[in-house]
């Protein structure tokens, strides 16, 4: 991880406590939640709304987290449970069949334009948007946020064997699919 | 040992103990089409890094306002005064930093919900200038060498950025903020912020430790060497022109 400063900061207050390790924790890890959930929302709306919800549900399970231990994969398991159950409720009400099944790609929502992007970035956040759901949870796990395979795996549920599978077939289309369009490195 | 996608992409990875990259080493050498599938690998990863940047953003103003205050509402009228900071720390020349916007972003926002009051202490306005009369004052007179003023802001380092604008860092202890300032449009644009807690009980000084994030600004825009005293001085009487 190259986000982090530091083992402990003190932020300074003039009335009450300082924010503990659990509140600075999860402040700092913001930026990293907002960029999962936009590698796996499939747009900024969404994202948004994963983001808040995650974090709602992080302070109300507090008791959950053992201090000492990775807070990353606790927080990043959340969002995912989040996401799998809000993506069940659409598939109800949606008749969609299954999040599984390939989406047609959809287009790059308005957000994503104001970010200053190269062309190639924007086909290679279509091509991820594109895949089915466990893939592109894996491809966003390990190739956006840098996780290690055993630290996926955890936050995936799943045994190692399958997060890899995962991968290599997520990573499979990527590379067939940004070669098609004629994107290099 | 077979060497499949998966063995190239673990490969890749980092994820292969040393006999096993040893092995894919060999047959690399021995087979050129599997370096270029390794190659390709590794570009996917690289390109879905790079799609999806850190950058900070307004929104997690406000979340910060509830984690740290466990569910409390911001008052009224942060809310807006967060927006505006997060808006300026979040200019596109910060967000290209990466991982110091996000200790940026961060201090700056708990020191917002957390500071004082709206009408005093450390401000920034819209475009990420410092609205904080006593502050600017410090930056435009104050010298590393006189140490901190009665409300505990003193001035530490002073330089020249790559782009020609003066720089200079700062800690404030009363607003608990340290961060460093670059001169532009005859005011002070704040670069980085940080938090900051002088020592309780000691005589403020400005030789208190500078927060990492504020160094890590330093180094990202000096172009040559801090200035000395004398140097320092010479800047101060010409305005900082």
């Given at each position: 991880m190259d986000e982090t400063f530091g083992a402990r900061r003190f932020i300074p207050h003039d009335r009450g406590s300082p924010l503990d390790e659990f509140q600075t924790g999860l402040v700092e890890l913001l930026p990293r939640l907002r960029r999962l959930a936009r590698a796996i929302t499939r747009s900024d709306a969404d994202a948004q709304d994963l983001v808040q919800e995650t974090v709602e549900r992080c302070l109300a399970k507090r008791g959950g987290w053992q201090a000492g231990t990775r807070l990353d994969s606790w927080a990043f398991t959340i969002m995912k449970r989040i996401h799998i159950d809000q993506g069940r409720a659409r598939a109800r009400w949606s008749k969609v069949v299954s999040p599984e099944d390939e989406r047609t790609p959809q287009q790059a929502d308005a957000a994503m334009a104001d970010e200053d992007l190269r062309a190639d970035a924007l086909a290679v956040r279509g091509a991820i948007q594109a895949l089915p759901e466990d893939q592109r949870m894996a491809v966003a796990l390990v190739l956006i946020d840098g996780l290690s395979y055993a630290e996926a795996a955890v936050v995936m549920g799943v045994p190692a064997g399958t997060l890899t599978s995962r991968l290599v077939r997520g990573r499979q289309t990527l590379i067939q699919t940004l070669a098609d369009a004629g994107v290099t490195a | 040992m077979t060497i499949d996608d998966l063995t190239l992409m673990a490969f890749v990875d980092?994820?292969?103990?040393?006999?096993?990259?040893?092995?894919?080493?060999?047959?690399?050498?021995?087979?050129?089409?599997?370096?270029?599938?390794?190659?390709?690998?590794?570009?996917?990863?690289?390109?879905?890094?790079?799609?999806?940047?850190?950058?900070?953003?307004?929104?997690?103003?406000?979340?910060?306002?509830?984690?740290?205050?466990?569910?409390?509402?911001?008052?009224?009228?942060?809310?807006?005064?967060?927006?505006?900071?997060?808006?300026?720390?979040?200019?596109?020349?910060?967000?290209?930093?990466?991982?110091?916007?996000?200790?940026?972003?961060?201090?700056?926002?708990?020191?917002?919900?957390?500071?004082?009051?709206?009408?005093?202490?450390?401000?920034?306005?819209?475009?990420?200038?410092?609205?904080?009369?006593?502050?600017?004052?410090?930056?435009?007179?104050?010298?590393?060498?006189?140490?901190?003023?009665?409300?505990?802001?003193?001035?530490?380092?002073?330089?020249?950025?790559?782009?020609?604008?003066?720089?200079?860092?700062?800690?404030?202890?009363?607003?608990?903020?340290?961060?460093?300032?670059?001169?532009?449009?005859?005011?002070?644009?704040?670069?980085?912020?940080?938090?900051?807690?002088?020592?309780?009980?000691?005589?403020?000084?400005?030789?208190?430790?500078?927060?990492?994030?504020?160094?890590?600004?330093?180094?990202?825009?000096?172009?040559?060497?801090?200035?000395?005293?004398?140097?320092?001085?010479?800047?101060?009487?010409?305005?900082?022109?």
């Amino acid at each position: 991880m190259d986000e982090t400063f530091g083992a402990r900061r003190f932020i300074p207050h003039d009335r009450g406590s300082p924010l503990d390790e659990f509140q600075t924790g999860l402040v700092e890890l913001l930026p990293r939640l907002r960029r999962l959930a936009r590698a796996i929302t499939r747009s900024d709306a969404d994202a948004q709304d994963l983001v808040q919800e995650t974090v709602e549900r992080c302070l109300a399970k507090r008791g959950g987290w053992q201090a000492g231990t990775r807070l990353d994969s606790w927080a990043f398991t959340i969002m995912k449970r989040i996401h799998i159950d809000q993506g069940r409720a659409r598939a109800r009400w949606s008749k969609v069949v299954s999040p599984e099944d390939e989406r047609t790609p959809q287009q790059a929502d308005a957000a994503m334009a104001d970010e200053d992007l190269r062309a190639d970035a924007l086909a290679v956040r279509g091509a991820i948007q594109a895949l089915p759901e466990d893939q592109r949870m894996a491809v966003a796990l390990v190739l956006i946020d840098g996780l290690s395979y055993a630290e996926a795996a955890v936050v995936m549920g799943v045994p190692a064997g399958t997060l890899t599978s995962r991968l290599v077939r997520g990573r499979q289309t990527l590379i067939q699919t940004l070669a098609d369009a004629g994107v290099t490195a | 040992m077979t060497i499949d996608d998966l063995t190239l992409m673990a490969f890749v990875d980092g994820e292969l103990s040393a006999a096993e990259r040893a092995a894919v080493e060999a047959a690399m050498a021995a087979d050129p089409s599997l370096r270029a599938r390794a190659d390709a690998f590794r570009m996917a990863r690289s390109a879905a890094r790079d799609a999806f940047p850190i950058a900070s953003d307004p929104r997690d103003a406000a979340l910060t306002a509830l984690i740290a205050g466990s569910g409390k509402a911001a008052a009224p009228g942060m809310a807006e005064r967060l927006r505006g900071w997060f808006g300026a720390l979040s200019a596109p020349r910060v967000a290209a930093w990466g991982a110091l916007a996000t200790a940026c972003f961060a201090a700056g926002i708990a020191v917002g919900v957390l500071g004082p009051s709206d009408d005093t202490g450390f401000a920034l306005d819209r475009q990420g200038a410092i609205a904080d009369a006593g502050l600017v004052k410090v930056l435009n007179q104050r010298a590393a060498a006189d140490g901190a003023d009665a409300q505990g802001r003193a001035v530490g380092l002073t330089f020249r950025a790559s782009d020609g604008r003066w720089c200079r860092s700062f800690q404030s202890a009363d607003d608990g903020v340290a961060g460093l300032a670059c001169r532009q449009d005859k005011g002070w644009r704040a670069e980085a912020v940080a938090p900051f807690a002088a020592p309780a009980g000691e005589i403020r000084t400005a030789s208190s430790e500078t927060p990492p994030a504020v160094l890590a600004a330093v180094d990202a825009l000096i172009d040559g060497d801090t200035l000395d005293a004398a140097a320092e001085q010479d800047a101060i009487r010409n305005r900082w022109r």
